[in-house]
């Protein structure tokens, strides 16, 4: 009933013209990222930070969610249509979705999609509705050694974003190193500012992501082909699925949506790794599985509702705990801190507002894609006319003046500067960017819960034996760290 | 030299950068740590994973630089550009600098006609002025012109 009574408010915070429109905006502006390749929901929603400086925390976060299952959105119908994946999680609709226009079904391949996208995106708001209040619940009785814990945890899971953990783990170290810059938040000495004020409080958040995310994607987005592809018309009469179709469809969308929903929860680009594993599953469960990559429609329907129920349940960690999961809620959790509000144990109980308020904003938004979706499909598809030399000056004027406008400050353009050069070089080497920046975000929080259990115990590391939570999430922490030296260890070495 | 190496490399640089640094902080007790004991951990682990990268063999395919040189021309005139904009946002303003920065953009680096890059570049340019100078009420640079 508690659970009823609080979505009832935050029903009621959420069906407010502004909120509304932020939602719808979020959406819309979701769906273009979505569907233009080259600029991720990171980038998208990055460039929109500067645009909530005047709002409220509700509506900001309100419209960066609804970027960011936007773009799941949006990113299928470039798959379908044109066999561009307009963001990564998309690139396995390409296999069938594309099959199946050529074969004229890439109406249904749409309808599909975003029907699969709503009931993934749905259900898995309403687990975040239940799970999240529970585990906030239960980590309100977490002290600095369990917090330690976790974020031990979260940081070997970072390491397993990449290939290979241990061209990972590097990435995470040093985000962590790059964390300390600035004044040590317990005892006020400055560390690597070598006499600059500019950097007392820290490189900033802001045009690191930017930077690593925004100017670093667009470097690299340089170098790719920008030939035009011929575009499919789909009329809105040939959306229909068949009966035989829907029949098909509905055991994918529903082991897509729980798949979705807890790969969500674990630390990596969630929506990316679920849409592989939902259409790695459907083809081991197919009757004729080598017609997969020909236009199955299970194919699509897996994957697209995967990758939109992970989205949902990413934001349980990151709201419930604080830990946000991948870059795009890494993001979110800017725009919240800038917002005065940290997302963590304390933030529903603190702040049920803003809280319910997404959570109803995340049914009503899971609507709207679906009726933007369909019926704009022509007018998204057009966007795609727009070439890529044109969109990138663009996009990198946003950053810089996104940037600019957070502390007035041109100090902070040198930084994303130099974060984009950092951004490209490592992408340039197969390094995983992301688990640089959520370490840099985590790593404030995992010093000082470590330095504050050592304060507590007198200096005794045993505290993180004496706690059964720290002491269990240590043992899976160092589980998941031999595991993954044991698939290091054991990969055969590239010949040649 | 693999890109594995390269990689390697800079977290060596940052690993070295950040233990010789971090042993110059007061490392306290263990019962009060300081300021340097965590960075100095971090720094130790980045620089024996530095190490563990280099040496590596897994995954290595090696670098042709003559072609790497040759693919870099593009993000070397964006990244100069930027510099560029950085350097003479506070001078020349806003206004002036975004829209010389967009023209330079789309002529030297996206190629396109001088009056198509007059035309995106100066619409952008007071656009984006508009946007965020006056709906989002941002005080942005001024210069010397003072527009």
Redesign the interface.
């Known amino acids: 009933m508690d659970v009823i009574n609080s979505l009832y408010h935050g029903f009621a915070t959420a069906i407010t013209i502004q909120n509304l429109y932020l939602a719808f905006l979020g959406c819309l502006w979701g769906t273009v990222v979505g569907v233009l390749p080259g600029i991720g929901p990171v980038a998208g929603i990055t460039l929109l930070i500067?645009?909530t400086?005047?709002m409220d925390a509700t509506g900001a976060i309100i419209m960066m969610a609804g970027i960011y299952y936007g773009a799941m959105y949006g990113g299928s119908t470039t798959s379908i249509l044109m066999n561009i994946p307009g963001e990564s999680a998309s690139v396995i609709t390409c296999l069938d979705g594309y099959q199946m226009t050529l074969k004229g079904r890439g109406g249904a391949a749409l309808f599909i999609a975003a029907f699969g996208s709503w009931v993934g995106g749905t259900l898995s708001v309403c687990g975040l509705m239940l799970m999240a209040p529970l585990l906030a619940g239960f980590a309100m009785k977490f002290g600095p050694p369990e917090m330690f814990s976790i974020y031990l945890v979260a940081f070997i899971l970072l390491s397993s974003l990449g290939?290979?953990f241990?061209?990972t783990?590097?990435m995470v170290?040093?985000g962590?190193?790059l964390a300390?810059i600035g004044m040590?938040p317990?005892?006020g000495?400055l560390?690597?500012t070598h006499g600059a004020k500019h950097l007392y409080d820290g490189l900033g958040f802001v045009p690191i992501a930017m930077g690593a995310f925004g100017?670093g994607e667009?470097?690299s987005s340089?170098?790719e082909s920008t030939v035009g592809r011929e575009v499919h018309k789909v009329k809105i009469r040939e959306m229909l699925p068949t009966r035989a179709e829907m029949r098909a469809s509905l055991g994918p969308i529903t082991r897509g949506s729980g798949i979705g929903f807890f790969v969500g929860l674990l630390p990596g680009s969630a929506h990316i790794v679920s849409s592989f594993l939902s259409y790695l599953v459907e083809k081991r469960l197919a009757d004729r599985p080598e017609e997969f990559g020909h236009g199955r429609i299970e194919g699509v329907a897996g994957p697209e509702t995967a990758n939109n129920a992970a989205a949902g349940s990413a934001m349980i960690p990151f709201l419930s705990l604080g830990i946000p999961t991948g870059p795009p809620a890494a993001v979110m959790m800017i725009a919240l801190l800038i917002h005065g509000i940290r997302p963590g144990p304390l933030f529903i109980t603190e702040q049920p507002d803003v809280f319910w308020g997404l959570v109803a904003s995340m049914y009503i938004g899971n609507v709207i894609l679906l009726i933007l979706n369909l019926p704009l499909v022509g007018l998204f598809i057009n966007l795609l006319r727009v070439?890529f030399?044109?969109l990138?000056?663009?996009v990198?004027?946003?950053c810089?003046?996104g940037t600019?406008?957070v502390n007035?400050d041109?100090f902070e353009?040198?930084v994303l500067?130099c974060a984009?050069?950092l951004g490209?070089?490592?992408r340039?080497?197969?390094?995983e960017i992301a688990a640089l920046v959520l370490a840099i975000i985590l790593g404030p929080g995992a010093?000082i819960a470590?330095?504050q259990s050592?304060?507590r115990?007198?200096?005794?590391f045993a505290i993180f034996f004496q706690s059964p939570i720290a002491m269990t999430l240590i043992a899976v922490s160092g589980s998941l760290l031999a595991w993954n030296m044991y698939r290091?260890f054991s990969?055969?070495?590239?010949s040649g | 030299m693999t890109?594995?190496r390269?990689?390697?490399i800079?977290?060596l640089v940052?690993?070295i950068y950040?233990l010789v640094?971090s042993l110059q902080?007061?490392m306290?007790?263990?019962?009060?740590?300081?300021?340097g004991p965590?960075?100095l951990m971090?720094?130790i682990?980045?620089c024996l994973?530095?190490v563990?990268?280099f040496f590596?063999?897994?995954?290595?395919?090696a670098i042709d630089w003559r072609t790497i040189c040759k693919?870099q021309q593009?993000?070397f005139q964006?990244?100069v550009l930027?510099?560029v904009?950085?350097a003479a946002?506070?001078r020349l303003g806003?206004l002036l600098t975004?829209t010389l920065?967009?023209f330079t953009?789309?002529f030297w680096?996206?190629?396109?006609k001088v009056w198509i890059s007059v035309v995106?570049a100066v619409s952008?340019g007071i656009g984006?002025w508009y946007v965020?100078a006056k709906l989002?009420?941002?005080?942005?640079p001024e210069g010397w012109l003072k527009f």
């Open positions: 500067p645009a400086y005047g290939t290979d241990f061209k783990m590097p170290l040093l962590l190193l300390t040590d317990l005892t000495v560390r690597f100017m667009i470097l340089t170098q070439p030399r044109i990138f000056p663009i990198l004027l946003i810089l003046v600019y406008t007035l041109t353009l040198i500067l984009g050069i490209y070089i490592f340039s080497c197969g390094l010093e470590f330095r050592l304060m115990s007198g200096g005794s290091s990969k055969k070495p590239a | 890109k594995e390269v990689g390697s800079i977290f940052f690993g950040g640094l902080l007061p306290g007790s263990w019962s009060e740590p300081g300021a965590f960075p971090v720094s682990l980045l994973s530095g563990k990268m590596s063999e897994q995954g290595t395919v693919q593009t993000p964006i990244v930027t510099a904009f950085i946002l506070d806003y975004s920065y967009l953009l789309l680096v996206s190629r396109y995106i952008i984006s965020f989002l009420a941002t005080p942005l």
